[in-house]
Each structure stands twice: as C-alpha cells, then as structure tokens.
C-alpha cells in the first residue's frame, strides 16, 4: 500500500490526543464508523501497521522539549506503513503553540540504511530543505535514533472540513534494535490493558456535531509516544544519558 496522506497539503492543524479503554474505544468506533469516511489509506476495518524510528539529540533535545510543554518544538522520524520498504518517509513534526505543522521528505531504502549505519550524507543529495536539516543537525547536535515506535491505526475524515479522527491501537516500542526493518526486532506493549489513542486533527473549523459525536470518557493524553516509548526503554532497557 502506497500511503498518502489526505491533509499533505494542509499545514497548521490542531491536535487532541486521549486515551480511550478499551469499552471506550469499541463504542466511539462504532460511532465514527457510522458518520465519518474511512480513510482511503485503510485496506480494511483493521486499518494498517506503522512503523516509526524517532530521532533525538545527545542531549535528548525533543525528550525534554516535549515532556516540559515548550511551545515551539521538533520531532524527527522515518515512517513505514505495513512494512513497506518502498516507499519510507523523512518527517519532522513541528509544534508552534497549539498548532501541528508538518514537513516530510520520500527517501530510499537505501539511505534509509545509510541513516541507520551513521551516514547522513546519504541525505544531501535530496533537494528538500527537511533533508538537508537533518543531516545538518547529526552534525551539529549528534541527532540519531532514539526509539521505535510501532501500532495499528484506523484512520476517518470529514470531507467537508479538516477533521481526521484515528485510533491508535497496539501501541508498542521496539526493545532490542533501532531499525525497524531487522528480522529479530522485538516490540513490547506500552499499554498492557488495550488502551487505544484517540487522535482529533482539525483545522480552523470544528463542527459542533463532530464534537459532540466525539465526547468521551478518556483522560486527555499529556505526552506523545515518542515520550511514552522513551520511558518505557528508560524504565526497562536503559537510561537517558
């Protein structure tokens, strides 16, 4: 499945994360399912896998920047859907305030690898400013692989206005390698109960029945899952240096 993002287009989005259990999920679902498009990217009502590597500094710059609320941040990650080698994508998502904006770059697998193995030169020869960023901050700030983050996601829109509703289930962080195409990774539940993350994005309009339609139960998600999937490699592999 080739993945393409409805909303490319689009900058600037808000975005409000919960963590729904799994009764909760299973009633919202029924709900969104019943109102909202299917994403064209879902081959089926399972939805589709994605597999991110997040990238930090030596001083674990977007760590520390996320988990004490800095209003203007950076999170740098290469995506996979299904575990598709195909077609891999170079993004940064940036928070300005309370606005998502996101840039990404198609690299190969190859440079995929380079990446991996310490070689971001790899990344020059792209025209794109997001390349040349990266490879620009591995230089200056030591910006490498941090941690894998894995689930399943379902995915709906409103076509009429910039709403994507996703759940995000099987949540999980890689535990033994940082390349997310090695054979023997390992991945280990972030949340033992089934917990599922509910995702609104929307731009500058919120219809007042999507909002209703979307009222739950869930506590409001504080940190993403690059933090979650940190933690979780703090508290059981390793420590933050």
Same mark, same amino acid.
């Given at each position: 499945?080739?993945?393409?993002?409805?909303?490319?287009?689009?900058?600037?989005?808000?975005?409000?994360?919960?963590?729904?259990?799994?009764?909760?999920?299973?009633?919202?679902?029924?709900?969104?399912?019943?109102?909202?498009?299917?994403?064209?990217?879902?081959?089926?009502?399972?939805?589709?896998?994605?597999?991110?590597?997040?990238?930090?500094?030596?001083?674990?710059?977007?760590?520390?920047?996320?988990?004490?609320?800095?209003?203007?941040?950076?999170?740098?990650?290469?995506?996979?859907?299904?575990?598709?080698?195909?077609?891999?994508?170079?993004?940064?998502?940036?928070?300005?305030?309370?606005?998502?904006?996101?840039?990404?770059?198609?690299?190969?697998?190859?440079?995929?690898?380079?990446? =991996?193995?310490?070689?971001?030169? /790899? $990344?020059?020869?792209?025209?794109?400013?997001?390349? !040349? %960023? #990266?490879?620009?901050?591995?230089?200056?700030?030591?910006?490498?692989?941090?941690?894998?983050?894995?689930?399943?996601?379902?995915?709906?829109?409103?076509?009429?206005?910039?709403?994507?509703?996703?759940?995000?289930?099987?949540?999980?962080?890689?535990?033994?390698? =940082?390349?997310?195409?090695?054979? /023997? $990774?390992?991945?280990?539940?972030?949340?033992?109960? !089934? %917990? #599922?993350?509910?995702?609104?994005?929307?731009?500058?309009?919120?219809?007042?029945?999507?909002?209703?339609?979307?009222?739950?139960?869930?506590?409001?998600?504080?940190?993403?899952?690059?933090?979650?999937?940190?933690?979780?490699?703090?508290?059981?592999?390793?420590? =933050?240096?």
């Amino acid at each position: 499945m080739r993945y393409q993002n409805p909303y490319a287009d689009r900058s600037k989005r808000h975005e409000i994360k919960t963590v729904l259990t799994y009764p909760q999920y299973m009633e919202l679902r029924t709900r969104v399912a019943g109102i909202l498009t299917p994403d064209p990217n879902m081959p089926g009502p399972e939805g589709y896998r994605i597999q991110s590597v997040y990238f930090d500094t030596l001083k674990h710059d977007s760590y520390y920047e996320k988990d004490s609320g800095v209003q203007h941040r950076n999170k740098y990650r290469i995506r996979a859907y299904n575990g598709d080698d195909s077609y891999l994508v170079l993004e940064n998502k940036e928070k300005i305030d309370d606005r998502i904006c996101k840039s990404s770059a198609v690299i190969t697998r190859a440079d995929y690898d380079a990446v =991996l193995a310490g070689d971001y030169t /790899a $990344l020059d020869r792209y025209d794109n400013p997001l390349c !040349r %960023e #990266v490879s620009a901050l591995h230089r200056t700030d030591g910006l490498r692989p941090e941690v894998i983050i894995e689930y399943q996601r379902e995915a709906y829109i409103h076509p009429l206005s910039m709403v994507r509703v996703t759940f995000d289930s099987l949540v999980s962080a890689g535990a033994n390698t =940082l390349d997310m195409f090695d054979e /023997a $990774l390992v991945t280990r539940p972030l949340f033992p109960q !089934r %917990e #599922v993350i509910l995702e609104v994005k929307y731009g500058d309009f919120y219809p007042m029945y999507l909002r209703q339609l979307l009222q739950n139960n869930g506590i409001r998600l504080a940190v993403s899952k690059f933090v979650l999937g940190c933690d979780f490699l703090r508290d059981n592999y390793i420590v =933050l240096q």
